[in-house]
C-alpha cells in the first residue's frame, strides 16, 4: 500500500510533458460572460521561477504562468514501439 501513497504523491508534483492544462486568464480583463481560462499544453518548468511553460492555444503563444491547472489524466500517447505480434 505504500508504493500506492508515493506514487500518488509524486502525480502531484511531476506532470506528464504534453498534457492538456487551462491557463487562467489573468492579465487580461474581459467581460462578465468571458472565459477565465485558455485552453493550452503543458511544455515543462520555468529555470528562472516555480512558473510552468504552457503553449497557448488560443493566443498560439508560448507563455509562463503560475496560474496553470494540468489536466494529467488526458494524454494524447502514440506508442513508442511497435507492439510485438
Given amino acids: 500500500m505504500r508504493y500506492g501513497k508515493e506514487e500518488n504523491l ?3 508534483i511531476f506532470h506528464i510533458f504534453g498534457s492538456k492544462c487551462y ?3 489573468d492579465r487580461e ?7 477565465k481560462s485558455d485552453e493550452g499544453i503543458f511544455l515543462g518548468y520555468s529555470t528562472n521561477s516555480r ?3 504552457v503553449f497557448n492555444t488560443r493566443a498560439k503563444d508560448v507563455m509562463e504562468s503560475i496560474n496553470v491547472v494540468i ?10 514501439v511497435e507492439p510485438d505480434v
Fill in 10 to 12: 509524486l502525480s502531484n
Fill in 29 to 35: 480583463h474581459g467581460r462578465k460572460m468571458d472565459p
Fill in 71 to 80: 489536466d494529467g489524466a488526458f494524454v494524447d500517447r502514440v506508442p513508442d
Fill in 51 to 53: 512558473a510552468y511553460i
Fill in 23 to 25: 491557463i487562467l486568464a
